[in-house]
């Protein structure tokens, strides 16, 4: 049977030999990502990161079951962990937490190695969350290690982003260093019945405040004084992420944070950010796709060992890298 | 990002605790190039299926020191069947007498390690099975 249409009809096997297809970025996983396009969009993406122990893969195994049960909303899950730098090979582990979620056919979970290849991570992603949304998933979560430029990108997949911190992993300063937190649109504090729990809260509020200025009360002096932001500057439709407290072991905080999942779905669509979302996502991965074409072309075009000949001069430092672009490019068109 | 990884899932059945051996193998498949799900202790045989229908694995390995191999092993082979992964090559690690290890391989067990195994025949009967 053709494979597009076996997942339409809810095809466990042929969906998760879909997956590695279009894992691997096979003609095969090509050709059905074209075939089920049409039915993608109507899936919410939440993309949870942060760094390794914060407890995602529990937060997102409470979260999964929460959806279930409360919502009747069928969730898929795509679990990343990191690949070795030096074999290729990957250990993943996501699943050993999420085995509350076994036995309900309403739940897919997949896990996947980072691969390390340049961009290709988020793309392979994003794919992956395209055959997820055509087969019918409500809910598509991404987990990723929070520890680089692949993790923005991942993020910016998602509708709704999820950054979790723990008690005790950093101090203020962290808090305002750039990156992941920027990328947060809800903040969870994960193991809050943890020491530590209070400060943490603090810093990632005082981030907050630095990022998006509305009125704030400080001692000046030993007098309190309050400055509000002008009000050409206060923006109504802005979005500043709440913070919510989780202890994801005991399932505390839960339905709080699905609470503020749900907020924030509602402020995207009223707000007209859900389709500027989803416009720069599928511009990014349009822009992706002409690139890695264009590259092909090239390579198709140029015969090896002309680039090998160019490389060799650029090496021996006869020609500049930006000359050899032009030869080559030049080359192409002649 | 073309190539073809070798993806396996090392599960622990039935109820014995000891996931030791269950690790250090995954530990030695991820060094060898081999990306490996572990879905940590105490699976039932529907659990172990069913994450490997979902992580769509090319081999599923299996640690079982509680001596229920004969009972629990041609489960997980008959729920494979059941959805469709046929081509699965199962192996099987732990405390299995030699007679059992005959029956076991009659049964489509690809191979079954005991104690003292290494991690590089493991790994080199594991490859084997996948290229032939």
Same mark, same amino acid.
């Given at each position: 049977?053709?494979?597009?249409?076996?997942?339409?009809?809810?095809?466990?096997?042929?969906?998760?030999?879909?997956?590695?297809?279009?894992?691997?970025?096979?003609?095969?996983?090509?050709?059905?990502?074209?075939?089920?396009?049409?039915?993608?969009?109507?899936?919410?993406?939440?993309?949870?990161?942060?760094?390794?122990?914060?407890?995602?893969?529990?937060?997102?195994?409470?979260?999964?079951?929460?959806?279930?049960?409360?919502?009747?909303?069928?969730?898929?899950?795509?679990?990343?962990?990191?690949?070795?730098?030096?074999?290729?090979?990957?250990?993943?582990?996501?699943?050993?937490?999420?085995?509350?979620?076994?036995?309900?056919?309403?739940? $897919?979970?997949?896990?996947?190695?980072?691969?390390?290849?340049?961009?290709?991570?988020?793309?392979?992603?994003?794919?992956?969350?395209?055959?997820?949304?055509?087969?019918?998933?409500?809910?598509?979560?991404?987990?990723?290690?929070?520890?680089?430029?692949?993790?923005?990108?991942?993020?910016?997949?998602?509708?709704?982003?999820?950054?979790?911190?723990?008690?005790?992993?950093?101090?203020?300063?962290?808090?305002?260093?750039?990156?992941?937190?920027?990328?947060?649109?809800?903040?969870?504090?994960?193991?809050?019945?943890? &020491?530590?729990?209070?400060?943490?809260?603090?810093?990632?509020?005082?981030?907050?405040?630095?990022?998006?200025?509305?009125?704030?009360? $400080?001692?000046?002096?030993?007098?309190?004084?309050?400055?509000?932001?002008?009000?050409?500057?206060?923006?109504?439709?802005?979005?500043?992420?709440?913070?919510?407290?989780?202890?994801?072991?005991?399932?505390?905080?839960?339905?709080?944070?699905?609470?503020?999942?749900?907020?924030?779905?509602?402020?995207?669509?009223?707000?007209?950010?859900?389709?500027?979302?989803?416009?720069?996502?599928?511009?990014?991965?349009?822009?992706?796709?002409?690139?890695?074409?264009?590259?092909?072309?090239?390579?198709?075009?140029?015969?090896?060992?002309?680039?090998?000949?160019?490389?060799?001069?650029?090496?021996?430092?006869?020609?500049?890298?930006?000359?050899?672009?032009?030869?080559?490019?030049?080359?192409?068109?002649? | 990002?073309?190539?073809?990884?070798?993806?396996?899932?090392?599960?622990? &059945?039935?109820?014995?605790?000891?996931?030791?051996?269950?690790?250090?193998?995954?530990?030695?498949?991820?060094?060898?190039?081999?990306?490996?799900?572990?879905?940590?202790?105490?699976?039932?045989?529907?659990?172990?299926?069913?994450?490997?229908?979902?992580?769509?694995?090319?081999?599923?390995?299996?640690?079982?020191?509680?001596?229920?191999?004969?009972?629990?092993?041609?489960?997980?082979?008959?729920?494979?069947?059941?959805?469709?992964?046929?081509?699965?090559?199962?192996?099987?690690?732990?405390?299995?007498?030699?007679?059992?290890?005959?029956?076991?391989?009659?049964?489509?067990?690809?191979?079954? $390690?005991?104690?003292?195994?290494?991690?590089?025949?493991?790994?080199?009967?594991?490859?084997?099975?996948?290229?032939?």
């Amino acid at each position: 049977m053709n494979t597009s249409q076996a997942i339409l009809d809810g095809d466990r096997l042929a969906l998760a030999r879909l997956l590695t297809q279009v894992e691997n970025n096979s003609p095969a996983g090509r050709a059905a990502l074209i075939e089920l396009f049409p039915y993608t969009g109507q899936a919410h993406l939440i993309g949870v990161t942060g760094a390794p122990g914060t407890g995602k893969s529990s937060l997102v195994n409470q979260l999964a079951q929460h959806y279930r049960k409360v919502d009747d909303k069928r969730v898929a899950i795509v679990a990343v962990d990191p690949s070795s730098p030096f074999t290729g090979g990957a250990v993943l582990g996501d699943r050993v937490r999420m085995r509350d979620l076994s036995g309900d056919s309403g739940v $897919f979970i997949r896990s996947m190695a980072s691969r390390g290849s340049l961009g290709g991570l988020a793309q392979a992603t994003a794919n992956m969350a395209q055959v997820f949304d055509a087969a019918g998933f409500d809910i598509i979560i991404v987990e990723t290690v929070g520890a680089g430029q692949s993790e923005v990108d991942i993020a910016r997949l998602a509708h709704t982003t999820l950054v979790v911190e723990a008690p005790g992993l950093g101090d203020d300063i962290q808090a305002i260093k750039a990156g992941i937190l920027e990328i947060a649109d809800i903040l969870v504090i994960n193991k809050a019945d943890r &020491p530590g729990v209070e400060s943490a809260e603090k810093a990632l509020k005082s981030m907050l405040e630095l990022a998006h200025p509305t009125e704030r009360v $400080f001692k000046h002096h030993g007098a309190y004084m309050s400055v509000s932001v002008p009000k050409e500057h206060a923006n109504p439709n802005l979005w500043i992420p709440p913070i919510q407290r989780t202890v994801s072991t005991e399932g505390k905080g839960i339905v709080e944070l699905a609470g503020a999942i749900a907020r924030h779905v509602e402020h995207l669509r009223q707000s007209g950010d859900w389709a500027a979302r989803e416009r720069t996502r599928l511009e990014a991965e349009l822009e992706a796709l002409i690139r890695d074409s264009l590259m092909n072309r090239f390579r198709e075009d140029v015969p090896q060992k002309q680039y090998e000949e160019v490389l060799e001069q650029v090496i021996q430092r006869r020609v500049s890298p930006w000359e050899a672009v032009k030869v080559l490019l030049n080359g192409r068109l002649k | 990002m073309t190539e073809k990884k070798i993806r396996v899932l090392v599960a622990k &059945p039935g109820l014995d605790g000891h996931d030791r051996g269950a690790k250090v193998v995954a530990r030695a498949l991820r060094d060898a190039g081999m990306e490996v799900i572990y879905t940590g202790l105490r699976q039932t045989p529907e659990m172990i299926a069913e994450a490997a229908l979902q992580e769509d694995v090319d081999v599923v390995g299996l640690s079982i020191l509680s001596g229920a191999h004969m009972a629990l092993t041609p489960r997980i082979m008959e729920l494979l069947r059941a959805n469709g992964q046929t081509h699965v090559k199962v192996f099987l690690g732990g405390i299995i007498p030699d007679e059992d290890m005959l029956r076991l391989k009659e049964m489509g067990v690809a191979g079954v $390690f005991g104690p003292g195994a290494s991690t590089e025949d493991i790994i080199r009967d594991v490859q084997t099975a996948m290229a032939g």
